[in-house]
């Protein structure tokens, strides 16, 4: 990096704290601090909803994902629009009628104060964990980038979100979201654009797609029954929709931001707007991540994109083995930029036989490329069983800072960075707020102020923020980021969203049925998550994770009736209601 990365870099992650601290100063009381005084308009929501999802994970992984596996994750999106609609006409008007600060506190009057107290601790929980790993995904970055240790950019990242989300609370989240999207979008079209440009001149996009899709990496839509894939049309439209109305519409890092609108039009106004253009950016990125590849069967790339791992075999006893892995590789990849000429010549000349006789030497080429890669990681473990050798991560870092422009590296570090503080702000003004208000709060038997809450808020918030530090200090990739947080959400959010199920649509249910089977169904699906996903490879699971959305939203649901049918026929409580 140059000096003119360094101060593109600097200068936007200082200005975007900065401006988060000066547009908020001087919140007064709670509803100022959690829900941004209700001055939100629908374009703030939107984009804010939007850069509260859209972490610095998404940007570090997605590429990744893409380049190993193609475009099929995008269908893990494709229930959300259905989501926005469910949410929209349910969960905002529930939520604004009621005024509650926080998605739970409308459990306790359905139900009763230990089923809040539960839901709230469930989402602290799944929701402490995930604001770790947004904070760990662009310490990744910064270390391939400067040779830091992980545990100093990690304090860092951590203490720049922390000053302006204590300082301005919820308003602060929103605003500075808005240039961060702004940031994001703007770096990544520049990107796409570099990366075409850097094709061989007769390559266009339509060719490069036609070469992608050689690869299989445009493979969109799978129809597959079979529940050990990941991602189907199936699980996203049912295991992706029950993940996203559990998200949008539970979990308070989401909620708190069109609590924040200025009426129940521009909340839903704002979701409807993350419903619509959701799905193409994330359809964009992957794309990215797919042009990257292309580029890729141009342009030589290591048989492992993680730096240290590199650095750890070829310091080891295995690096010769590793230098001969590698000359075969350079070798292959000779041959492959061969096979990509032939197959754009047949292309050019319309010959069917002659296309798919070069896309067949594609694959082949493709399997070779596969057992080299495995052959290294193996080599890499060998060396050093400690080194992460799952690369997907660092294959849209390897590319920045490898081929992009003295500048352009600068804004592409302050993209990802900048998603990562506006996800992870979200994150810690939710956790904040439920434990001061949820349980703090609620559970205080003596009455305060106003502004003594505020207070309160902020030093939970700024608590929150320390454990965040510390869990991304112990943090570690797992099959690759973006899929590890959608993983620990699925293992929490089916459950939450069936308690919201029941408290919406089954009145008849009381709080000790819930109770009791939302403690059941969590202890369930973590025994159904360890047994049939998390002991095996990725892609060899015998479930694919999106499912435990649904199951656990089911099975909280026919566990509360069972229990309430239970009680009716004996006619007396389950045990002692507060």
Same mark, same amino acid.
């Given at each position: ?165 204590? #300082? ?39 060719? &490069? ?7 299989? /990496? ?115 990849? &000779? ?56 690369? /997907? ?28 503080? #506006?996800?992870?702000? #979200? ?16 559970? /205080? ?71 009791? &089977? ?19 490879? #990725?892609?060899?699971? /015998? ?36």
């Amino acid at each position: 990096m140059g000096a003119l990365d360094w101060t593109i870099l600097s200068g936007t992650l200082l200005f975007i704290v900065s401006y988060g601290v000066w547009k908020t100063r001087g919140s007064k009381n709670v509803n100022d601090y959690v829900r941004g005084g209700n001055q939100a308009q629908w374009w703030t929501i939107g984009l804010s909803v939007m850069a509260t999802q859209a972490s610095a994970i998404t940007f570090l992984s997605t590429p990744g994902q893409a380049f190993h596996d193609g475009m099929g994750f995008v269908q893990f999106y494709f229930g959300l629009p259905l989501a926005m609609i469910i949410i929209c006409m349910v969960f905002v008007p529930l939520y604004h009628r009621m005024k509650v600060y926080t998605a739970y506190e409308f459990l306790e009057g359905r139900f009763d104060l230990k089923t809040r107290s539960l839901t709230a601790i469930l989402f602290l929980m799944q929701r402490g964990l995930a604001a770790g790993i947004t904070i760990f995904a662009p310490s990744i970055i910064l270390s391939a980038v400067l040779g830091w240790d992980l545990w100093t950019l990690n304090i860092i990242i951590g203490i720049l979100v922390i000053i302006y989300t204590v #300082s301005g609370g919820t308003k602060a989240v929103s605003v500075t979201q808005k240039q961060q999207m702004f940031i994001i979008m703007t770096g990544m079209f520049i990107t796409f654009f570099f990366i075409l440009g850097y094709l061989p001149s007769d390559i266009t996009f339509s060719k &490069a797609l036609k070469i992608a899709g050689a690869s299989n /990496k445009l493979d969109i839509l799978d129809f597959d029954m079979n529940t050990k894939s990941r991602y189907t049309f199936w699980s996203g439209i049912t295991g992706g929709l029950f993940l996203a109305l559990a998200y949008f519409g539970t979990d308070q890092s989401q909620v708190q931001r069109y609590l924040s609108g200025k009426s129940i039009r521009e909340s839903q106004l704002g979701l409807i707007f993350n419903g619509i253009l959701k799905i193409p950016m994330q359809f964009f990125i992957l794309l990215v991540g797919v042009m990257v590849f292309v580029f890729y069967q141009y342009n030589p790339s290591p048989l492992n994109f993680n730096p240290s791992a590199t650095q750890a075999v070829m310091e080891s006893n295995l690096a010769n083995d590793y230098k001969l892995l590698q000359e075969g590789q350079v070798l292959l990849e &000779a041959e492959k930029r061969i096979a990509q000429n032939k197959f754009s010549t047949a292309l050019d000349l319309k010959e069917f036989t002659a296309v798919q006789e070069a896309k067949q030497q594609i694959i082949d080429i493709n399997k070779k490329d596969s057992t080299n890669r495995v052959a290294a990681k193996s080599m890499i473990k060998q060396a050093n069983d400690s080194v992460e050798t799952n690369d /997907k991560d660092y294959v849209f870092i390897h590319f920045i800072l490898h081929n992009l422009p003295r500048g352009l590296i600068g804004l592409l570090l302050a993209v990802i960075l900048s998603a990562a503080m #506006s996800s992870t702000a #979200s994150e810690l003004n939710a956790l904040g707020t439920i434990t001061a208000l949820d349980l703090y709060k609620r559970n /205080k038997k003596e009455v305060r102020s106003e502004k003594y809450y505020v207070k309160v808020s902020k030093i939970f918030t700024l608590i929150w923020g320390i454990i965040a530090i510390l869990i991304a200090c112990i943090a570690d990739l797992f099959d690759n980021l973006i899929q590890l947080v959608n993983i620990i959400g699925s293992i929490f959010y089916g459950n939450v969203l069936g308690i919201f199920l029941l408290a919406f649509f089954f009145k008849f249910v009381k709080g000790n049925a819930v109770f009791f &089977a939302a403690i059941i169904t969590q202890i369930i699906i973590c025994v159904i998550y360890y047994n049939l996903i998390h002991i095996y490879p #990725s892609g060899e699971e /015998k479930l694919g994770y999106l499912w435990l959305n649904f199951i656990g939203a089911a099975m909280v649901i026919l566990i509360a009736l069972f229990f309430e049918a239970f009680d009716r026929v004996l006619k007396r409580p389950l045990i002692n209601s507060q």
